[in-house]
């Protein structure tokens, strides 16, 4: 368990490394750090070279034990980043663990195997961490997807895929991700993980999980609150559909009562499955030219920007299993005056 | 001059006309139309006919004089939706007048001849109506784009197109309209044109324009607020960047101190064409895979819909002239209890 | 059973009908079409409004037993045209007849009751046209997709849809139709018509579907020649995949042979499911920027166009039950000196 | 002046470095390779990092001397791919030099300042290879562009940028590209650079110009012919327009007469600027949805791969002076029995 700090930094371009000289100059080195967590500006589906890119250039320059988890789609207003997760030799009043699963074999990938794997890792690294369930604010996960030649393997094998849509292959690593979450948070028993297959309607309050092709295993990133001491807090909430502007302000306005300024938003968005809004048709679901995710990223990061007041949020899309249908899980990060 | 009303419904396609049976409803007859303006659900670019299909079938149904203005794009959280601008025999607070330019020929599209002729029609139109300039809150005009044909039409009569990007003319032409609207409106003088066709950098903070490859004449709607009496109201600002929410609830708050409830907002966004907002990088003018005003729809859209609490929202895309750069003028109209 | 003859006309817009002039000053009549078939320029995909706008101007003048089939995408070098199919006094060579199979539910698009309504409406019109099956080159059929309110119509009816992604719909009601085509032309014996929607593998080699948001029942056009007199042919084949050029050569030889020129040619074309052409790897099918069924009607389009020395030509995307996986029948119609 | 041999190699993913252990097995070293030509798979617009990607992982493992030319975009059925051109000691009949710019100034880029270098540095380099003009088949280029802060700099510098639209400065890029190798190629006198700047009109008949942001300089590739002696050939042409089959048989007819097997071909596409292709419309000039060097790519590409038979050839799309508008050159690289 490491108590840790946050800080973000804009990037020129997702093969720009120079924020490491910025957080050398916060007075941190490579060596500190757990997790690099960014915005890249691709189109955040399948292909992504935008993520694959930033991985490449960002994992040589961190430990081999910290993980990085990139997500692309910057729609909107939403402004190219990164954020580091870093230790902290003082009690900052947050704590982090990090970890992998195993890599996962393409026929695995969205299917309840996965999804177990993600809860027995996250347990472990709760366990080895010492961060209790309540202390948990985020669990974020970046886990892998289908790709044509996966397809081709898992068939050649004589075994069934998730899919053969390797968009949707997305969306069903991003739902066993966040079922393994909700499984090892106990928000969801164990004991009803088919049911939650077969329904692909449960979900986590602190899951936030995306889909890339650049990896094969899970990188796992558990973000815990501590309040007893430091300056540092995070709250947790979720939207109840992608409008919901009253959750985002309730935590913001405790943010604003604690004295406290924001460092961090990690919020998820989807298009709403039914089509619906508050009752008025959208058309996310409908339109052929761009993915929904692109369309829900794009919506949310301009509401998100809006009420924030800055534009450097990681708001990722495809919420399947991660807050409400439609909703999705907010965590807000903060400083307070020591 | 008419005292009007404001009447909204969502659609279930470009093609419906559905909501004609719940105008009667409400009281009111097709020849009281004096304007359907409607958020479709194409891409708002030069191919988009979802706007065409609309205005194929609203314009049998309505009088010869009413125009209509469909806005393509419903990116992110936006509702397909048609608004209804009706005359209404009772004195409501509201007034509104239409008219239209004559025909624009190609290669006076997105010119100073653009310009002057949406001013000299639109300074008829306040004349013939009796609004005066400072109860004006609003002027939609939709206006002509250049297409291939068109362009080589220019070229074959040895003239010169303002841009043979045919995405660009949508620019050029919803530019040379807000100018035009400017000076009808005094914000510009009109000795100052050639001056502002050149900068590209004037603005009006009342104007909404939207291009379309639908039409060859401009259509013009003020909307007018005359507080005396009646319980509708008009009020409106601008943003000054993307995120500006407090510009949005300002207004809101307004409404709410007056009692009232919101009808319908008319807003504009952009791409800021710096490339950033508050400092920090957007990617909305480097993504080749969607068009930067599809973006800032989805963005501002999602904004709004969330300080609005409901999607059906006119958010129109492309505001070069129409607000200061990056932000785009907002009207919000709004029923108070009489 | 009509003879018929095949004209073909370029149109400016979706929403042109001057072909209709042409038409008639080459002699023939509105009520003589049969179909009007016609490559509009919209993405091809759930949201295009260019296949519904050339629908909705086209209706009206026609008569009701015509049939419209408007497939939407005109990639890369393709033009947007319209092809006439009119009744002709004299013997021409080709025969076609028309029909419709019954509205279509929405829980039943793509399913096993969508094919044998489509089996048993062509074998009606084979049967009242007197065309043999073996004089048939070309079963064109128009048939439904589901949008998010038909999924919800189906889900809130406590029925389960073959997919709740709209996109994947329309590859499902393709493959449905061309099923039912293979059925009524004993490519396919109904009694394996269970184990064919499992395995989505089985075709023919005379459909041509194409789905579209335009209508609920499906629209069936079918070209016979009968070469025993009269000017006009027509002659079909196959393309292995979308690079087998030799199979178009060979058609287009034999045109050559028999001193003929070509009136129009009739082609489906899909990106492989496997991911790869000839061993070597495509990348239509992860592209999440541009689906792989306009991806594919570029290629096959500008090889078509090479071979045949014209841009308008109806290729139409998706070959799901149409031909051999990756490849896609073709039709050439073409008229010798009589 | 080396002597050259040419390989090509199928990649897995834009990171895909494996082709270096297959140049191995066929008897070539790193420190062989003058230039790494590859197709990769993103957008090929501004925003495709999967050819900064690629440009990443391969430069660290060819000579510092060596260029790499990586052109985004593999449409329709395209494979992604690289080309080696290494260095043989033998005499293959084949030569090739290499060399690069200066770093250009955002201001300069698509400008006369940007002809004039490329025409500089391939006289030299033509000089110091003892390469004569009628030897040169194909000139290669690989050129930047301008991004959203490549325009604030100029803009804040007082300078003009050559456009404002990013997309279009690839076009303006790749044009100065080939000016300046008509210039270096005595196909275009330097005295009319002025004119032909203005015009953007001229056009070279070897040029293969593409942009991209992953560079500052413009990478040059000079592949030429000796038909003296050894087994390699290249002979080269343009299409007229894109459906220009001929052109392409015309070639491939005299390899075949030679006895020869294509080894590589390398191919430029670009939309008609008229909007029409032998007098009937297309649509790639005006489909917002996607930008038309994507269409071209897939259409020409389609046909390319038809008449060769398989799909890993170098199409690089827009072809602003390369080839007549509409059109553009074709560089067929082969093999005889020696």
Redesign the interface.
Known sequence: MSSINILKY?V????DTSPLKELKAAGYEPGDVLAVIGKS???G??????R??SA??WEPLIPRSAVTVFSGG????????VTFVVRDSSTTGLRAAVGRTRTLQPHEIGTSVHALEVSSSTRSILKESGIARDQVRLVLIKCPLL???K??IIKAAGKTPVT?????SMAKSRYSSALGIAIALDEVKECHLDEAIRSQSTWSAKASCSSG?ELEDCHILIIASDTSSGGLRAVSGYMDD????KA?TKLLEQVDREGGHVLQVFAKAESD??????G????????????ST???R??????L???V????LYVSGGAEGQGPPGGGPICVVYRVAA
């Open positions: 804009g020129s371009s997702p093969s500006e691709g189109n589906c399948v292909n992504d070279f935008s694959t890119l490449h250039v910057t729609e909107g207003v939403l402004s190219p980043h790709t044509s030649e397809v081709e053969t849509d390797t968009y949707e092709g992608a409008i919901d502007a985002i499955p039914t089509g619906n809004i508050r008025n048709r959208h058309t996310m679901n409908t339109d052929s030219d761009i993915h692109r369309h829900a794009a919506a949310v990061g301009g509401l920007s809006g009420l007041g800055e534009t450097r």
